[in-house]
């Protein structure tokens, strides 16, 4: 080093040894910029990670609920308390800033990214709305309308089924789906919308909360060593577990059950069961097209709250069940009141709705498919209606009110118009059956007279409905002592099959109409429900509880079926060749549940 060089670095005060140019200074500077810059891109990105358990509902029920949708609303929030309750971290309402964040947003995905939720569940709901009218008020109208009746507020039925599903948000491909399906029904829309949604709450968990948990997301929690996350998750981790579980234990006592069924049978014919093990099915009318059946499923799931197994009840059916299984449905709706009916063509199909206990109607589905509401009553009930061939009558028992006694009732098929009417007038209705498109055969005994005396016979009356006005053309006076109940005819109309009321158990009969001459046959037992053949030849019938059959000419009975299920409801096919039935059972599931099953067996 030099004098110079020495002087000014005394000068300066610098060590000369640890001097540093300033151009050297710039990396380091950088340096440790990227880190500050990295540490907040760091925080910034963990602000906005999407928390690997919170959860967005954004279900559209008539909008969704930070919209104003009151039933998406309720809908969310069950949601929401169940996802709580195990241990996920829903998007709850009522928090100012949840709701500017909502408001802001372009879609249900925008939401939940800047809501910060790993998960997003959607559903679009439309439900179905159907107002049913009142007798006197058609269907929107007011009391104020022209014309209408103040005599009640209505009844809104709501149906919706739709997809639901469960989308990561970092997920490219196509989310998870499930279906969720209910119905609701009340006097106004908004009612029934909160009852709506309050159902589908229910099934949306059902779908949603098994969904997550197999989300590789959940299931890097669940295999990690996060002793706080793995416990919060723990209650859902057992509620899927047991569902699993619960669910097939269900599947396999149906299964058993239905082995039991067909195990158990000692009958001289075999039968065969055309519905599922846990149905609960209604026969009406056996046609050319199978036999027509009312149905009144359920769905099982386990209950998040409690883990006990209940079930959904879905919408119930009037269908045609072919032998094979294959159905056409016909009608889809609330409850079906007593068995559906049709003609023996197969068409038309006439049965009594239940309207929430709000009104009865009597519906027929055409031959077209198409379903028509003849009469809509809230006070009427109609009762065991039966289709006359031909398919322009029918008859049914109609009780002006609950606790009243039924009138014998003939309408018209083509507009509900009354044809016949024979009130009870306080004498005994012992059954009906058609004889012909417009000739109908009926038992009845006539109330006792006031003053005493004999009480009066009971007859068996055939009324010509074909005639103006409708006339009895044959009238049989039943023997005193005896009572004569539950007729059936056979196809052409000459004979009726029926049970016989007197000493000793009830037997069997058949009586020749032109002739009333009444032949008895020993049923081998208490007798009941018989069904005559279409060709008149053979009788089945109910033998406490189980199906047997009785032949005409020898009055020789043999047991078509024998088990320790309870049996009822015969018919025969069109053809002869075999006989339907109802085979009852308790729920193997349920124990407060009846199940009902279709079967049949063939004629020997």
């Known amino acids: 080093m030099s004098d110079v060089e020495g002087a000014e670095g005394a000068e300066t005060g610098v060590d000369s040894q640890h001097f540093v140019p300033k151009r050297r200074i710039w990396p380091a500077l950088l340096v440790f910029g990227a880190l500050l810059a990295g540490a907040a891109g760091y ?29 998406a609303a309720v809908l969310a929030d069950r949601v929401a308390e169940h996802l709580t309750k195990l241990g996920f ?37 439309t439900p179905q709305v159907i107002e049913h009218p009142v007798k006197g008020r058609p269907a929107g109208a007011t009391p104020e309308a022209p014309g209408a009746q103040p ?40 009612e029934a919308m909160r009852l709506l949604a309050r159902s589908l709450a229910t099934m949306a968990v059902d779908e949603v909360v098994p969904r997550l948990l197999e989300h590789p997301t959940v299931k890097s929690v669940l295999e990690s060593s996060d002793i706080k996350r793995l416990a919060q998750l723990q209650p859902a981790k057992d509620y899927v577990k047991y569902r699993k579980q619960r669910l097939a234990q269900a599947t396999e006592a149906y299964d058993a059950f239905g082995q039991q069924r067909r195990g158990q049978e000692q009958g001289a014919g075999k039968v065969t069961y055309h519905s599922a093990p846990g149905a609960a099915d209604t026969l009406g009318t056996v046609g050319p097209a199978g036999a027509l059946v009312k149905t009144a499923d359920v769905t099982p799931f386990i209950s998040p709250g409690s883990l006990d197994l209940n079930y959904n009840v879905r919408m119930e059916t009037v269908v045609w069940r072919a032998p094979d299984g294959t159905e056409k449905p016909l009608w889809t709706g609330y409850h079906v009141f007593s068995q559906p009916s049709a003609a023996p063509e197969g068409a038309p199909v006439l049965f009594v709705e239940d309207l929430f206990g709000w009104a009865k109607t009597l519906t027929v589905v055409g031959a077209d498919g198409k379903a028509r509401r003849l009469r809509v009553d809230p006070e009427h009930r109609f009762v065991g209606p039966e289709v006359a061939p031909g398919g322009k009558l029918a008859a049914l028992y109609d009780r002006a009110c609950r606790e009243c006694a039924g009138d014998l009732l003939v309408v018209s098929l083509d507009d509900g118009s009354e044809r016949y009417l024979l009130p009870l007038d306080g004498g005994e209705f012992h059954g009906f059956a058609w004889l012909g498109p417009s000739l109908l055969a009926h038992l009845y005994r006539p109330a006792p007279p006031p003053e005493g005396g004999d009480a009066p016979r009971q007859a068996l009356s055939i009324v010509d409905l074909g005639k103006t006005p409708p006339a009895i053309v044959r009238k049989i006076e039943v023997p005193r002592g005896e009572t004569w109940a539950n007729p059936s005819a056979s196809a052409d109309g000459r004979r009726l099959a029926l049970v016989q009321f007197g000493e000793g158990l009830p037997r069997l009969a058949t009586v020749e109409v032109e002739t009333g001459k009444l032949t008895a046959h020993d049923p081998g037992g208490r007798a009941d429900e018989p069904a005559l053949s279409p060709d008149g030849t053979r009788i089945a019938f109910n033998r406490e509880g189980d199906i047997a059959l009785l032949t005409v000419a020898t009055g020789e009975t043999l047991a078509l079926t024998s088990n320790r299920f309870p049996e009822r409801s015969p018919r025969f096919s069109p053809d002869g060749k075999r006989v339907y039935f109802q085979s009852l059972g308790q729920d193997p599931n349920y124990p407060r549940r009846q199940v009902a099953l279709i079967a049949s067996v063939e004629v020997p």
């Open 43 to 71: 925080g910034v990105w963990l602000w906005r990670r999407p928390a690997p358990l919170r959860v967005l509902v954004a279900v559209d029920l008539d909008g969704t609920w930070w919209e104003g949708s009151e039933p």
């Open 89 to 125: 971290e829903p998007v709850r309402g009522g928090d100012p800033e949840v709701a500017a964040v909502l408001e802001k947003a372009s879609s249900p995905e925008d939401a939940a990214r800047a809501l910060r939720a790993a998960f997003l569940v959607t559903s679009v709901l």
């Open 151 to 190: 005599q009640g507020k209505g009844y809104v039925e709501l149906r919706a089924e739709g997809p639901i599903a469960v989308r990561h948000l970092d997920d490219d491909g196509a989310p998870e789906q499930g279906t969720i399906s209910s119905w609701s029904g009340a006097p106004e829309k908004p």
